[in-house]
């Protein structure tokens, strides 16, 4: 019955372009209206440094080669004299200027003071924030190397010995380094959760195509000759029930990897994502055994369909995060696309079956409310 029932819902194509055609032009639309939602990333523009330093400095050769050899940005450097560096950065619109003085590696390696001064464009970009950061972490590295010296001083080391110990610690490696990295903080980006949310809410319309059958079959006669025969009602409201629930499973799979695509977001592993969806499908379908017992037309159906789907799409997040507090939030975090975007987010940042037990617990208990609830419900509609 669930396969007959399946197949007249697929060659209904107001049900096939609802549940399929039209989610994907929808994903279709807000991706182009939303596509650069969240998007952090920034792109750093060509840059120009003008500098002043002696060819046959080391230390000062490496500074700017340092400065140069950025991957993050092209940087391009033009040399002039101490005294022509603000000229020519107002002339060429330079972002920043560095001037090294004579002899920088002879007063690092020898202990010296030594001070590398920056000049700073008019206009503070961030690029030249970020050629300043070099600079300064350069410098900083070079400066392990007076300290070394210094230190090789006052304990008395041999002169020959100080500048080999201060280029060792100039050029060396730093004794700390940071790496950059990112946690996982268990929550989709605005992108993500824009997906995730119209994904959950069309879910809810979709699964209840399968009441919309049921009371369409109760009105054309066709429910009463199936009751004739040797099948009980519990098994009609079933197969009707099982039928939305794979076209809704299809149509979050679909509407999910379309919008993974065009928002170029990573919902995490496959296995993950399925397991969530069979339970958010369950969890939505549970409310068509509800809405079967309560309504009499179709047009009653529309309207409780369209008054869940919304009312848990709103509280779950679909449009916009939605926070709570004290009973408040319990009733938030029991919501079921809630929580299948809250399980999306786990997978997302790496999680696996065990770290969504949560929401899949949720999801779960609310299909099992759902189902109970259900049972105790009186039959209006086959009432009438």
């Known amino acids: 019955m669930v396969a007959n029932d ?5 060659r209904d194509k107001s049900v096939f372009i609802f549940s399929l055609i039209v989610p994907l032009a929808l994903m279709g639309v807000l991706s182009l209206v939303f596509g650069g939602l969240g998007d952090d990333t920034v792109d750093l523009q060509p840059a120009t440094v003008v500098a002043s330093a002696d060819d046959a400095d080391q230390l000062g050769a490496a500074l700017l080669g340092a400065v140069e050899s950025l991957e993050i940005m092209d940087v391009t450097i033009k040399r002039a004299p101490a005294a022509d560096v603000r000229d020519e950065m107002q002339a060429s619109g330079a972002e920043l200027g560095i001037i090294i003085p004579e002899e920088f590696s002879d007063a690092v390696l020898s202990g010296q003071a030594a001070s590398v001064q920056l000049v700073q464009g008019s206009d503070a970009t961030l690029e030249s924030g970020v050629l300043i950061s ?20 006052i304990a008395e080391l041999p002169h020959q010995d100080l500048a080999t110990l201060a280029q060792q610690a100039a050029a060396g490696p730093p004794l700390l380094t ?10 989709l980006s605005p992108r993500g959760t824009l997906v995730a949310g119209q994904a959950g809410l069309f879910l809810m319309f979709t699964v209840g195509f399968g009441v919309l ?10 429910l009463a000759r199936l009751r004739s025969m040797p099948v009980t009602a519990g098994t009609v409201i079933t197969a009707k029930a099982c039928t939305g629930f794979i076209l809704g499973v299809a149509a979050t799979t679909v509407l999910l990897t379309a919008g993974s695509r065009l928002f170029n977001v990573s919902f995490g592993s496959p296995l993950v994502v399925a397991a969530l ?89 609310f299909a099992a409310v759902g189902l109970v609830i259900s049972r105790f419900l009186p039959d209006w509609g086959a009432q009438a």
């Open 6 to 10: 399946l197949r007249q819902r697929i």
């Open 134 to 153: 070099v600079v300064q972490g350069a410098v900083d590295q070079i400066a392990a190397g007076t300290v070394t010296a210094a230190a090789g001083g």
């Open 178 to 187: 940071l790496t950059e990295g990112q946690a996982a903080a268990e929550q």
């Open 213 to 222: 059958g049921l009371l369409a079959e109760r009105e054309q006669g066709t």
């Open 277 to 365: 969806i069979l339970c958010v499908a369950t969890a939505a379908t549970s409310l068509t055994f509800v809405v079967a017992r309560l309504v009499r037309t179709a047009e009653q159906a529309n309207v409780a369909q369209s008054i869940l789907a919304m009312v848990l799409g709103i509280a779950g997040g679909a449009f916009f995060p939605v926070q709570g507090t004290g009973f408040a939030a319990t009733l938030l975090d029991l919501n079921p696309i809630g929580a299948f975007i809250r399980g999306l987010g786990i997978s997302a940042g790496g999680g696996t079956l065990n770290d969504v037990m949560g929401p899949v617990a949720v999801m779960l208990a």
